[in-house]
């Protein structure tokens, strides 16, 4: 049977401003500066042998800044063609809070002219912009007023918001507010290991409830100014398999699952036209590991397309369009990347044909880029970036990728 996608289904790549433009001045950037050198030393007990072999940009500090990383912000023009010569009729990018407004209130005309450039880009080519509003970086002066944490930052991220639905409302008409909350939240939050390292459950509840009024209103903000536009989020949905067969094993996955997983979209169903889903792998959690002859990629994640098919058949309860905003693979042989997409849409049209009304594909990610605490040596990219020259060369997945998008269809 041949496996065909639906009709105008959006076909693309995903990017965000802090891991490939350059030259961003964000509280990411300044984290950089003084953290570059720990992250460079922790890298010995961080990754396995192999890794570090593979790898050896790992234990250099300026691996860890992300400098003028691929210059996209330049070379933008350049990428969406070699976008559009891999067929992609979508593409999802960020804009940067931080150079549109880069002091409190005062918002920066070049800024708002380069993103217009951007997007002008992308539609002359047909290519449809999906605009994320907030991929985690935060201009100085919110970091200095206590970061997303503070009770001020869903009135600051609206008005931001507000100028950006008023600016660009009629060239873009897919939104998606926030990257993420959970994973942000969790990493910078709990867990500590992102700025603002922070330690601390009962801010995990303070900054996801923060997000979730953020959210909200920047939903009826966009929807008030033009009413056609479709916004959501891009959620981070991961498959947890809880081994060892205990039913409370099973109880504790369901809860954790849905604590860390859908807890925001049920918390702000009203408030989302679709579903962006930003999807890798399977996280088994119990008490035996369960043995695998699946492949993993450069970052450890396990390879399991089955994965893709079981979140997007949780998420069907909520009846609304899916987007699948992130899905991709740190690969920089390029090795099983091909494999990887093939597979992992074969669980997506699985899903479709149980009834789930999945609408496009952004792979994770057009350009290799960099990857937040682990710099630059993971490599995303459906194109390689030579950081010294800032040449691209496009892999061979690309052009696999290209085939299924043409023939719209896995055959
Ligand atoms: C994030 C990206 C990141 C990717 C790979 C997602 O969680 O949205 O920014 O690069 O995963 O780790």
Redesign the pocket.
């Known amino acids: 049977m041949r496996k065909k996608f639906p009709e105008n289904f959006y076909w693309g790549a995903a990017t965000?401003s802090h891991?490939v433009e350059g030259g961003n001045v964000n509280d990411w950037s300044e984290w950089e500066k003084t953290n570059a050198k720990r992250l460079s030393e922790e890298a010995k007990k961080r990754w396995p042998d192999w890794q570090k072999e593979k790898f050896p940009e790992m234990f250099q500090e300026k691996n860890y800044i992300s400098g003028r990383a691929c210059d996209h912000y330049n070379l933008f023009e350049k990428d969406f063609e070699i976008a559009k010569s891999l067929g992609h009729n979508a593409h999802r990018f960020s804009i940067e809070w931080s150079r549109i407004e880069p002091e409190e209130g005062k918002f920066n005309e070049e800024a708002i002219e380069h993103y217009r450039q951007v997007i002008q880009s992308l539609k002359s080519r047909n290519i449809e912009p999906f605009v994320t509003l907030w991929?985690?970086t935060l201009p100085i002066w919110m970091r200095d007023l206590g970061g997303v944490k503070s009770k001020k930052f869903p009135k600051y991220f609206s008005r931001y918001v507000e100028k950006m639905a008023q600016v660009f409302g009629q060239d873009v008409k897919f939104w998606i507010t926030l990257?993420?909350p959970n994973?942000y939240t969790g990493q910078s939050y709990v867990i500590g290991c992102w700025p603002p390292q922070k330690n601390n459950v009962v801010f995990y509840y303070q900054v996801i409830k923060n997000l979730i009024k953020a959210h909200k209103q920047s939903f009826n903000i966009i929807k008030n100014i033009n009413p056609q536009a479709q916004v959501g989020i891009?959620q981070?949905y991961n498959f947890f398999e809880f081994l060892g067969g205990k039913i409370i094993n099973k109880i504790v996955g369901k809860v954790v699952g849905y604590v860390w997983s859908l807890y925001f979209l049920d918390r702000t169903k009203k408030q989302q036209d679709f579903i962006g889903l930003?999807n890798?792998y399977r996280k088994t959690v119990g008490f035996k590991s369960k043995k695998t002859d699946n492949k993993f990629s450069n970052?450890s994640w396990e390879i399991f397309p089955e994965a893709i098919y079981h979140c997007l058949m949780d998420l069907k309860k909520y009846q609304k369009p899916i987007y699948i905003t992130?899905n991709?693979l740190?690969d920089v042989e390029d090795k099983y990347r091909a494999e990887f997409i093939k597979s992992y849409l074969t669980n997506v049209q699985r899903a479709i044909q149980e009834g789930v009304d999945v609408r496009g594909y952004f792979y994770?990610?057009l350009l290799d880029?960099f990857?937040?605490d682990k710099g630059f040596w993971?490599r995303?990219g459906l194109v390689e970036v030579n950081y010294q020259t800032l040449e691209r060369k496009i892999r061979p997945s690309a052009w696999e990728y290209k085939k299924i998008i043409e023939n719209n269809s896995l055959d």
Do not use: M
């Open positions: 965000s891991q991929h985690w990257n993420e994973i891009a981070s930003n890798y970052l992130e991709g740190a994770w990610s880029n990857e937040w993971p995303f």
